[in-house]
């Protein structure tokens, strides 16, 4: 059986090499290399096929493929062979142009050569990217093949002046050799020649016996398609297409070209005509991989992936459809999907750069940081450093993303310096993005020199279109971020060394900068009006002042890092950036020493006054005013403000007052276009129902202009009802639509309040685009409604901690919670600063909160869509509460609570019970542990409304959090430094959140600015995450391996070290080597010894 299945190899293998022979002689050589390569595969020993390829690669000038080809077939010890094959063989490697046989002239004319790049051949590589293309010419090559040594630019030289005039009479001679002789000059590259030649044989007119043209014309039609003449290749095209209308190439390569030209609808139709004209499997792969990259440039992504999926059932081994397949899953936000397919691509093909770089970036999104690391590296790799600017400024942004400023700054530096001197356009953009993503790593850090550094050279750069990069919207948005970036680096600076309490961004910067920094639009003439330019950083700078105590700052952060873990989410998007953790356990801490300082006063019957300099909202005459909700929310705002400055987290109404009544707000899509979202995707479902809900109890929608849309005819309702999709749900409506989630008051009985705004939309641009989103626009009477739910709110939680009630401090903390979630005051931060808060009010309380929060659950949207805070209590409840925190029973809980209420003269105190009961339900059983406790609630919450009931529709019910993990407890509030005293100023606080191991903000001098290169924080990964499982990962200058290999172990070593050459060489001294210098043998960066004998 082994033996007839040889035989039967074999036998496929030169039936293959004969297609192959045949489709060459048609001159069809992208086609005939295929079958070449599938008959080698299936026989190495195949003569026939190593001959002819090798002398097709000869011609084609791949002089070393063909060498090595022939040396097989000349040194094949196959008996059974042909002598005289392995004779030609051996004289072919002494004279190769002895051998090239010519196409014989009675060989019917081939329509066209297949080797030189299709006109859309650019357009699919940088797709395969993700890189966006225009719809026009410009999706060939930028560089045109060369012309017996000149280029093919404007002003070249004509071919008819280079061709030789034998050549030009061959065509009145011999037409069909004359074909023939076009074909191989445009699979040498000599574009002019060959079009001049092929005018003069279409001149000619018929071939000999009456045979129409349709070579000459596909022929000159590729020409000039290669030459960016792209409508008159369609013309030519055209014309073959009228000649031979069953010939498939012709309607193949007009589609390529008016793909090219942008004409898409025309395009898909000619491709999918070849594709039902073509018989082999192959070829029809090819054509729906054509119409795949079609559809995938209009984001047209599920119908681009039909195509592709199509592709690969008939061409297995084409891996370019399947990295297009993959890029089309991604960008419907199917990662993983995405992440298979890539991999099953490069199996297939290991070499591809592309799809190395979009399997990093799809690891990347889905926040797999090794993952995606070892992708980019390999990336790096195989294209080069300085062609590599897209990967390097990946990783940066994921080391940026991990609050691992430093390690980013080191491999920006790396890709900086490979950016080439006098650059072209393409890389002049990669320059703006890579010299403002290290201007933001050093801004965040302190280091504010360096930042404005980086930020002035981005904005000096002069930034043209290319073919490849277009205009780069991201590289001119991020040159005019870095106007605003350096005026709030020099902002800063002046400031490092003032106590935080005075340091106020919202009030100090004008608001018509804040405006156009949160739009991230250009400088205009009304902000230069309206502005004056921070002063520059003095060259020279008195030394700063001591450092605090180094005990107190590491005892503070150690409990910094604690608390700040439970903030993270646990979903995929979301990565564990310890910079953002570290500051928001900080800024807990802070905030739970205030609020004990504030229940002194309070149970004296004196509220804590706070100075007016520093506060965002109400202030008095006398210079201090009581503590109230802004004030502990603006300690928090502060943190978040200092430690990632590129983001704008501002308080709203301070804003214009033209932008403020206008209603700037948040808005997070959540399905977009045809892409889900990579981080909020998973509440859709839940999304759609409270908004179906919503439409169905409220009887009407709001169009774009906010008149009323009914929802009154059974049908209509029933549409709306039974809509699953966004696009069903818009054609149930019928026009752009939202509705608005009403949120209950606990102030005021009755009283509902404007919760987010649910939106449908159409996305026109994207064919059967829509997005589902929520908006939230801030207004004046809107503060207003939530100003009075969270004062409230803050005076129920202020009572409950001067009392002392547990229960009560949880549920006021909680209600004050969902309401700051709904509200949204901030442009950018307000679930974060949410989620400080309650670990501050819980850390004052003597009850810190020590679960984390689980995976797939996101508290603030949990607010959001649950109109009833009862519903939102006890949905938290369930996984954070301590078991302190939980009410002994309902009843009492109830009493409790109502009669707070009812002390902070609200008369909505029935209206709570809902709420207390909630929280009761979440109540963990006698004896269980805290771990359980998200086996105890019923998800229904205490509403039976509309919005909350399960009868509400799919997805409307509050979401149920699995059962919570719990870490280690943080050491009581009262053993801890204060934060205050400990670090009171700007410089004091930056420091402590880059760690003890980094060099004080005063030595701002470049490179000087973070000390060694190899300096981490302590348990920070490596910048190349070194593993001796297979190093070939990062191995930037900073940490530069080498990896050796010897007779008896293997090890990482760095080069520089005697043990390199040894070690290779002497595996026997090797060991008393290692013994000897094992204590150099670890990372420098992180101290970690992971070498392996």
Same mark, same amino acid.
């Given at each position: 059986?082994?033996?007839?299945?040889?035989?039967?190899?074999?036998?496929?293998?030169?039936?293959?090499?004969?297609?192959?022979?045949?489709?060459?002689q048609?001159n069809?050589?992208?086609?005939?290399?295929?079958? /070449?390569?599938?008959a080698?595969?299936?026989?190495?020993?195949?003569?026939?096929?190593?001959?002819?390829?090798?002398?097709?690669?000869?011609?084609?000038?791949?002089?070393?493929e063909?060498?090595?080809?022939?040396?097989?077939?000349?040194?094949?010890?196959?008996?059974s062979?042909?002598?005289?094959?392995?004779?030609?063989?051996q004289?072919?490697?002494?004279?190769p142009? &002895?051998?090239?046989?010519?196409?014989?002239?009675?060989?019917?004319?081939?329509?066209?050569?297949?080797?030189?790049?299709?006109?859309?051949?650019?357009?699919?590589?940088?797709?395969s990217?993700g890189?966006?293309?225009?719809?026009?010419?410009?999706?060939?090559?930028?560089s045109?093949?060369?012309?017996?040594?000149?280029?093919?630019?404007?002003?070249?030289?004509?071919?008819?002046?280079k061709?030789g005039?034998?050549?030009l009479d061959?065509?009145? +001679?011999?037409?069909?050799?004359?074909?023939?002789?076009?074909?191989?000059?445009?699979?040498?590259g000599?574009?002019?020649?060959?079009?001049?030649?092929?005018?003069?044989?279409?001149?000619?007119?018929k071939?000999?016996?009456?045979?129409?043209?349709v070579?000459?014309?596909?022929?000159?039609g590729?020409?000039?398609?290669?030459l960016?003449?792209?409508s008159?290749?369609?013309?030519?095209?055209t014309?073959?297409?009228?000649?031979?209308?069953?010939?498939?190439?012709?309607?193949?390569?007009? =589609?390529?070209?008016?793909s090219?030209l942008?004409?898409?609808?025309?395009a898909l139709?000619?491709?999918k005509?070849?594709?039902e004209l073509?018989?082999?499997?192959? =070829?029809?792969?090819?054509?729906?991989q054509?119409?795949?990259?079609?559809?995938?440039?209009?984001?047209?992504y599920r119908?681009?992936a039909?195509?592709?999926?199509?592709a690969?059932?008939l061409?297995?081994?084409?891996?370019?459809?399947?990295?297009?397949?993959?890029?089309?899953?991604?960008?419907?936000?199917?990662?993983?999907?995405?992440?298979?397919? /890539?991999?099953?691509?490069?199996?297939?093909?290991?070499?591809?750069?592309?799809?190395?770089?979009?399997?990093?970036i799809?690891?990347?999104?889905?926040?797999?940081?090794?993952?995606a690391?070892?992708?980019?590296?390999?990336?790096?790799?195989?294209?080069?450093?300085a062609?590599s600017?897209?990967?390097?400024?990946?990783?940066g942004?994921?080391?940026?993303?991990?609050?691992?400023?430093?390690?980013a700054?080191h491999?920006?530096?790396?890709?900086?310096?490979?950016?080439?001197?006098?650059?072209?356009?393409?890389?002049?953009?990669?320059?703006?993005e890579?010299?403002?993503?290290?201007?933001?790593?050093?801004?965040?850090?302190?280091?504010? !020199?360096?930042?404005?550094?980086?930020?002035?050279a981005a904005?000096a750069?002069?930034?043209?279109?290319?073919?490849?990069?277009?205009?780069?919207?991201?590289?001119?948005?991020?040159?005019?971020l870095a106007?605003?970036?350096?005026?709030?680096?020099? /902002?800063?600076?002046?400031?490092?060394?003032?106590?935080?309490?005075? %340091?106020?961004?919202?009030?100090?910067?004008?608001?018509?900068?804040?405006?156009?920094?949160?739009? !991230?639009?250009?400088?205009?003439?009304?902000?230069?009006?309206?502005?004056?330019?921070?002063?520059?950083?003095?060259?020279?700078?008195?030394?700063?002042?001591?450092?605090?105590?180094?005990?107190?700052v590491?005892?503070?952060?150690r409990?910094?890092d604690?608390?700040?873990?439970?903030?993270?989410?646990?979903?995929?998007g979301?990565?564990?950036?310890?910079?953002?953790? +570290?500051?928001?356990?900080?800024?807990?801490?802070?905030l739970?020493?205030?609020?004990?300082?504030a229940? !002194?006063?309070?149970?004296?019957?004196?509220?804590? +006054?706070?100075?007016?300099?520093g506060?965002?909202?109400?202030?008095?005459?006398?210079?201090?005013?009581?503590?109230?909700w802004?004030?502990?929310?603006?300690?928090?705002?502060?943190?978040r403000?200092?430690?990632?400055?590129?983001?704008?987290?501002?308080?709203?109404?301070?804003?214009?007052?033209?932008e403020?009544e206008?209603?700037f707000?948040?808005?997070?899509?959540?399905?977009?276009?045809?892409?889900?979202?990579?981080?909020?995707y998973m509440?859709?479902?839940?999304?759609?129902g409270?908004?179906?809900?919503v439409?169905?109890?409220?009887?009407?929608?709001?169009d774009?202009?906010?008149?009323?849309?009914?929802?009154?005819?059974?049908s209509?309702?029933?549409a709306?009802?039974?809509?699953?999709?966004?696009e069903?749900l818009?054609?149930?409506?019928?026009?752009?639509?939202?509705?608005v989630?009403?949120?209950?008051?606990?102030?005021?009985g009755?009283?509902?309040?404007?919760?987010?705004?649910?939106?449908?939309?159409?996305?026109?641009?994207?064919?059967?685009? %829509?997005?589902?989103?929520?908006?939230t626009?801030?207004?004046?009477?809107?503060w207003?409604?939530?100003d009075e739910?969270?004062r409230?709110a803050?005076?129920?939680?202020?009572?409950?901690?001067?009392?002392?009630n547990r229960?009560a401090?949880a549920?006021?903390?909680?209600?004050?919670?969902?309401?700051? /979630?709904?509200?949204?005051?901030?442009?950018?931060?307000?679930?974060?600063?949410?989620?400080?808060?309650?670990?501050?009010?819980?850390?004052a309380?003597?009850?810190?909160?020590?679960?984390?929060?689980?995976?797939g659950?996101q508290?603030?949207w949990?607010?959001?869509l649950?109109?009833k805070?009862?519903?939102?209590?006890?949905?938290?409840?369930?996984?954070?509460?301590?078991?302190?925190?939980?009410?002994?029973?309902?009843p009492?809980?109830?009493?409790?609570?109502?009669?707070?209420l009812a002390?902070?003269g609200?008369d909505?105190?029935? &209206?709570?019970s809902?709420?207390?009961?909630?929280?009761?339900d979440?109540?963990?059983?006698e004896?269980?542990?805290?771990?359980?406790?998200?086996?105890?609630?019923?998800?229904?919450?205490?509403?039976?409304?509309?919005?909350?009931g399960?009868?509400?529709?799919a997805?409307?019910?509050?979401?149920?959090?699995?059962?919570?993990?719990h870490?280690?407890?943080?050491?009581?509030?009262?053993?801890?430094?204060e934060?205050e005293?400990v670090?009171?100023?700007?410089?004091?606080?930056?420091?402590?959140?880059?760690?003890?191991?980094r060099?004080?903000?005063?030595?701002?001098?470049? !490179?000087?600015?973070?000390g060694?290169?190899?300096?981490?924080?302590?348990?920070?990964?490596?910048?190349?995450?070194?593993s001796?499982?297979?190093c070939?990962?990062?191995?930037?200058?900073?940490?530069?391996?080498?990896?050796v290999?010897?007779?008896?172990?293997?090890?990482?070593?760095?080069?520089?070290?005697?043990?390199?050459?040894?070690?290779?060489?002497?595996?026997?001294?090797?060991?008393?080597?290692?013994?000897?210098?094992?204590?150099?043998l670890?990372?420098?960066?992180?101290?970690?010894?992971?070498?392996?004998?």
């Open positions: 059986q082994a033996a007839s299945a040889s035989s039967n190899e074999a036998q496929l293998s030169y039936l293959l090499s004969n297609r192959a022979f045949c489709y060459e048609l069809l050589n992208r086609k005939a290399l295929k079958d /070449y390569d599938v080698l595969q299936k026989d190495p020993n195949n003569l026939q096929a190593l001959l002819r390829q090798g002398k097709m690669f000869h011609a084609m000038q791949r002089t070393e063909a060498q090595g080809l022939w040396m097989r077939a000349a040194h094949c010890e196959v008996m062979h042909d002598i005289a094959l392995i004779i030609e063989a004289a072919l490697l002494r004279n142009d &002895a051998g090239v046989a010519s196409v014989p002239a009675a060989v019917p004319a081939a329509p066209a050569a297949s080797v030189p790049t299709s006109p859309a051949a650019a357009t699919r590589e940088a797709l990217t890189q966006p293309i225009a719809a026009s010419a410009t999706d060939l090559k930028a045109s093949p060369t012309t017996n040594g000149t280029t093919t630019a404007k002003g070249r030289v004509k071919g008819s002046q061709l005039s034998q050549l061959l065509a009145g +001679r011999d037409p069909q050799q004359a074909i023939n002789e076009g074909v191989e000059l445009i699979n040498v000599k574009l002019d020649e060959a079009e001049t030649l092929l005018d003069a044989v279409i001149a000619e007119g071939l000999p016996g009456g045979q129409p043209n070579g000459a014309y596909v022929s000159r590729t020409a000039r398609a290669l960016r003449n792209l008159a290749a369609v013309a030519d095209f014309e073959a297409v009228q000649m031979e209308p069953r010939y498939s190439e012709s309607w193949k390569r007009r =589609g390529q070209a008016r090219a942008g004409e898409n609808e025309a139709q000619d491709l005509k070849a594709e073509t018989a082999d499997r192959v =070829g029809k792969a090819d054509c729906c054509e119409r795949g990259t079609i559809l995938q440039k209009q984001r047209n119908l681009a039909v195509e592709f999926e199509a690969t059932r061409d297995p081994r084409n891996a370019a459809a399947m990295n297009m397949l993959g890029l089309c899953y991604t960008s419907q936000g199917r990662l993983q999907d995405g992440i298979d397919m /890539y991999k099953k691509a490069l199996r297939l093909d290991p070499s591809s750069v592309d799809t190395w770089s979009n399997l990093g799809a690891h990347k999104e889905i926040g797999q940081v090794a993952e690391e070892k992708a980019f590296a390999q990336s790096i790799k195989k294209r080069g450093d062609e600017s897209m990967s390097f400024r990946m990783i942004e994921l080391r940026r993303g991990l609050g691992e400023h430093c390690a700054i491999i920006l530096d790396r890709a900086l310096a490979a950016i080439p001197i006098n650059s072209g356009a393409r890389h002049q953009h990669y320059y703006v890579l010299s403002f993503l290290r201007g933001a790593c050093y801004h965040a850090l302190g280091y504010h !020199k360096s930042a404005v550094r980086d930020y002035n904005q750069a002069i930034l043209t279109a290319s073919p490849d990069v277009g205009s780069s919207p991201d590289a001119r948005q991020q040159q005019s106007f605003y970036q350096r005026e709030l680096a020099q /902002y800063v600076h002046k400031r490092l060394d003032w106590r935080l309490n005075t %340091y106020f961004l919202d009030k100090d910067i004008s608001p018509v900068f804040k405006e156009n920094w949160c739009k !991230k639009s250009p400088p205009d003439r009304h902000l230069m009006q309206n502005y004056t330019e921070q002063s520059h950083i003095p060259a020279d700078e008195p030394a700063p002042p001591p450092q605090p105590d180094p005990k107190k590491a005892q503070l952060v409990a910094g604690l608390i700040g873990d439970k903030l993270r989410y646990g979903h995929q979301f990565l564990a950036n310890k910079r953002q953790l +570290r500051m928001g356990g900080l800024a807990a801490i802070e739970a020493q205030v609020l004990r300082s229940l !002194k006063y309070q149970r004296v019957g004196m509220p804590l +006054r706070v100075p007016n300099d506060a965002s909202g109400e202030t008095s005459a006398s210079g201090s005013h009581p503590f109230g802004r004030d502990a929310m603006d300690i928090l705002v502060r943190w403000q200092l430690s990632e400055p590129n983001d704008q987290v501002i308080w709203v109404d301070l804003l214009t007052k033209q403020f206008a209603g707000g948040s808005h997070t899509p959540i399905f977009s276009g045809q892409t889900q979202c990579v981080r909020y509440n859709f479902e839940r999304a759609l409270v908004f179906k809900t439409l169905l109890a409220e009887g009407r929608a709001f774009a202009h906010n008149v009323a849309v009914p929802i009154s005819s059974q209509k309702k029933k709306v009802a039974s809509a699953t999709t966004a069903q818009h054609k149930a409506l019928g026009v752009d639509c939202w509705a989630v009403p949120i209950e008051s606990i102030s005021r009755g009283h509902s309040l404007e919760g987010t705004r649910l939106t449908v939309v159409r996305v026109h641009e994207i064919p059967d685009g %829509y997005e589902v989103s929520i908006r626009p801030v207004t004046p009477p809107r207003i409604d939530f739910e969270l409230t803050w005076e129920v939680l202020m009572g409950a901690l001067v009392d002392g229960p401090i549920t006021a903390a909680l209600h004050f919670a969902y309401y700051w /979630y709904n509200f949204m005051p901030l442009a950018r931060g307000t679930a974060v600063v949410g989620g400080m808060f309650l670990q501050a009010v819980f850390l309380a003597d009850m810190p909160v020590t679960a984390s929060i689980p995976k659950y508290t603030d949990e607010a959001i649950s109109s805070v009862g519903d939102f209590v006890a949905s938290v409840s369930a996984w954070m509460l301590p078991r302190e925190a939980r009410p002994p029973t309902a009492q809980m109830v009493t409790t609570a109502a009669a707070t002390a902070a609200s909505a105190a029935a &209206a709570d809902n709420t207390a009961a909630a929280v009761s979440a109540t963990v059983a004896g269980a542990s805290v771990g359980d406790a998200g086996d105890a609630v019923n998800g229904s919450g205490g509403g039976s409304g509309a919005i909350n399960h009868g509400g529709g997805g409307s019910s509050p979401a149920e959090a699995p059962p919570a993990v870490g280690a407890r943080p050491p009581p509030l009262e053993t801890l430094p934060v005293k670090l009171g100023t700007l410089r004091a606080r930056l420091e402590a959140l880059n760690g003890p191991d060099p004080r903000l005063h030595t701002d001098d470049g !490179k000087q600015s973070l060694s290169p190899l300096a981490k924080e302590p348990g920070e990964p490596c910048a190349w995450r070194c001796c499982d297979g070939d990962l990062m191995s930037f200058p900073h940490a530069e391996l080498a990896w290999r010897g007779n008896t172990a293997s090890i990482c070593v760095p080069p520089d070290r005697l043990a390199h050459a040894t070690y290779a060489l002497f595996g026997f001294i090797a060991d008393f080597l290692y013994s000897k210098i094992k204590q150099q670890v990372c420098p960066d992180c101290q970690h010894q992971p070498y392996t004998r």
